[in-house]
Nanobody
Framework: VQLQASGGGLVQAGGSLRLSCAAS????????VGWYRQAPGKQRDLVAA???????TYADSVKGLFTISRDNAKNTVYLQMNNLKPEDTGVYYC???????????WGQGTQVTVSS
């Protein structure tokens, strides 16, 4: 399984980005998929997840700001990030989640940098 995250970039505080996660070899439509963030010098943390039935969950720090969604036809999961803050800076990764744990090897991730 290969997971490809894309859509990151440099944005000013208050700006928006939409990240995409495409998978080959895994059917996202039957999986829980999560977006993780690894800030510089910190551990990788889950920021949002979407379950098979479409239910979503978010870290408290991004509630109301980030929206996770999926397009089953494209086997892609998205993360819409609005009103970005410098503390949102980090490398964003996606993964399939099984029993609360990431299932596959991490891809390269996509860098998000928010300037103040």
């Amino acid at each position: 399984v290969q997971l490809q995250a894309s859509g990151g970039g440099l944005v000013q505080a208050g700006g928006s980005l939409r990240l995409s996660c495409a998978a080959s070899g895994s059917d996202f439509s039957i999986s829980t998929v999560g977006w993780y963030r690894q800030a510089p010098g910190k551990q990788r943390d889950l920021v949002a997840a979407i379950m098979r039935a479409g239910l979503t969950t978010y870290a408290d720090s991004v509630k109301g700001l980030f929206t996770i969604s999926r397009d089953n036809a494209k086997n892609t999961v998205y993360l819409q990030m609005n009103n970005l803050k410098p503390e949102d800076t980090g490398v964003y990764y996606c993964n399939v989640i099984v029993f609360t744990r990431p299932q596959y090897s991490w891809g390269q991730g996509t860098q998000v940098t928010v300037s103040s």
